[in-house]
């Protein structure tokens, strides 16, 4: 496919792909907070404690990436 063998679509999935899902994510805990009146702070909780995973995915990319050098 377009010349890419399965390693490669498979890396270009995990990162392109995964990543436009997450941005996706932040979308829906902001929108979660306006709907909820929430507030800053409680705006600022939901992002934390929500995208808390998503940050460590980011953080095990980074730490792989960091080692492969």
């Given at each position: 496919?377009?010349?890419?063998?399965?390693?490669?679509i498979?890396?270009?999935?995990?990162?392109?792909?995964?990543?436009?899902?997450?941005?996706?994510?932040?979308?829906?805990?902001?929108?979660?907070?306006?709907?909820?009146?929430?507030?800053?702070f409680?705006?600022?909780?939901?992002?934390?404690v929500?995208?808390?995973?998503?940050?460590?995915?980011?953080?095990?990319?980074?730490?792989?990436?960091?080692?492969?050098?």
């Amino acid at each position: 496919m377009f010349g890419l063998n399965e390693e490669q679509i498979a890396q270009l999935g995990m990162t392109v792909g995964i990543g436009g899902f997450m941005l996706y994510m932040v979308f829906i805990i902001v929108q979660l907070a306006r709907q909820s009146k929430a507030g800053k702070f409680g705006t600022f909780v939901l992002l934390l404690v929500l995208g808390f995973g998503m940050l460590g995915f980011v953080a095990k990319q980074f730490i792989a990436w960091y080692l492969k050098i």
